[in-house]
């Protein structure tokens, strides 16, 4: 039988649960990226008819004025109305499209780290030798630490969660332009999830035993290290 170098043996066997990890990270990330993205999309598709002006009302105000013109003496113009979309359309249609570009970029770089860990697994398979398959991993193990690829990785649930926060934000505003009662019971839910998110997030930096954390936790450490 072939005997296994212990050296070989450990750097092999780091690799690949170093990208089995990755593999889990990001796999069923990414179908509930797909699906708060379908979610997203249908808020942006009733939201975004608000940035342009009703075709129905505007032909209802030529109709006025044609009106108004038959019964007078004297031909006015007809008056266009020229259309502005209030801001309130504006800051939602902004929110949800920001959110729903981030949750779409979260499933592209799903998808890519996907790929990245198939193609490692055909490479590290190449070479017969144990010294050529020992060198193939050393090598792969360099590029993956070099280029920081554990950071790629971590950004996918970042992003993600700033996905949702501005969705949040635009659903309030959206509320706040229909009925204040239900924006205010939604904004005090919100606030409470905001206020758990960031016990959570800073639980770690306080207690290292923690299990608790979030994608922010690594990043308020990294910026408390420097």
Same mark, same amino acid.
């Given at each position: 039988?072939?005997? #296994?170098?212990? =050296?070989?043996?450990?750097?092999?066997?780091?690799?690949?649960?170093?990208?089995?990890?990755?593999?889990?990270? %990001?796999?069923?990330? +990414?179908?509930?990226?797909?699906?708060?993205?379908?979610? %997203?999309?249908?808020? %942006?598709?009733?939201?975004?008819?608000?940035?342009?002006?009703?075709?129905?009302?505007?032909? @209802?105000?030529?109709?006025?004025? @044609?009106?108004? /013109?038959?019964? =007078?003496?004297?031909?006015?113009?007809?008056?266009?109305?020229?259309?502005?979309?209030?801001?309130? +359309?504006?800051?939602?249609?902004?929110? *949800?499209?920001?959110? !729903?570009?981030?949750?779409?970029?979260?499933?592209?770089?799903?998808?890519?780290?996907?790929?990245?860990?198939?193609?490692?697994?055909?490479?590290?398979?190449?070479?017969? /030798?144990? /010294?050529?398959?020992?060198?193939?991993?050393?090598?792969?193990?360099?590029?993956?630490? /070099?280029?920081?690829?554990?950071?790629?990785?971590?950004?996918?649930?970042?992003?993600?969660?700033?996905? %949702?926060?501005?969705?949040?934000?635009?659903?309030? #505003?959206?509320?706040?332009?229909?009925? +204040?009662?239900?924006?205010?019971? !939604?904004?005090?839910?919100?606030?409470?999830?905001?206020?758990?998110?960031?016990?959570?997030?800073?639980?770690?930096?306080?207690?290292?035993?923690?299990?608790?954390?979030?994608?922010?936790?690594?990043?308020? *450490?990294?910026?408390?290290? @420097?």
């Amino acid at each position: 039988s072939r005997i #296994e170098l212990p =050296g070989r043996c450990g750097r092999d066997s780091y690799i690949r649960t170093l990208f089995a990890t990755y593999h889990l990270s %990001v796999h069923r990330p +990414s179908r509930q990226t797909g699906l708060f993205s379908a979610t %997203v999309s249908a808020f %942006v598709i009733e939201s975004y008819k608000s940035l342009q002006a009703d075709p129905a009302e505007t032909t @209802i105000t030529l109709l006025r004025q @044609i009106s108004a /013109q038959l019964n =007078g003496s004297q031909a006015v113009p007809l008056d266009i109305p020229t259309f502005s979309p209030p801001p309130t +359309s504006l800051r939602v249609n902004v929110l *949800w499209v920001l959110s !729903l570009s981030l949750s779409i970029g979260c499933a592209l770089m799903a998808v890519m780290v996907l790929q990245w860990t198939r193609i490692y697994s055909r490479r590290s398979q190449r070479g017969e /030798q144990p /010294q050529a398959r020992g060198r193939i991993h050393a090598l792969l193990s360099l590029g993956v630490q /070099q280029y920081r690829m554990s950071d790629v990785v971590a950004a996918i649930p970042s992003l993600l969660h700033a996905s %949702v926060f501005l969705f949040f934000a635009g659903l309030i #505003e959206f509320f706040f332009n229909i009925n +204040s009662t239900v924006a205010w019971i !939604l904004l005090s839910f919100i606030l409470t999830l905001l206020l758990a998110y960031a016990t959570l997030t800073m639980m770690p930096l306080v207690f290292p035993k923690s299990p608790y954390t979030t994608p922010a936790s690594s990043i308020l *450490w990294r910026i408390m290290s @420097i």
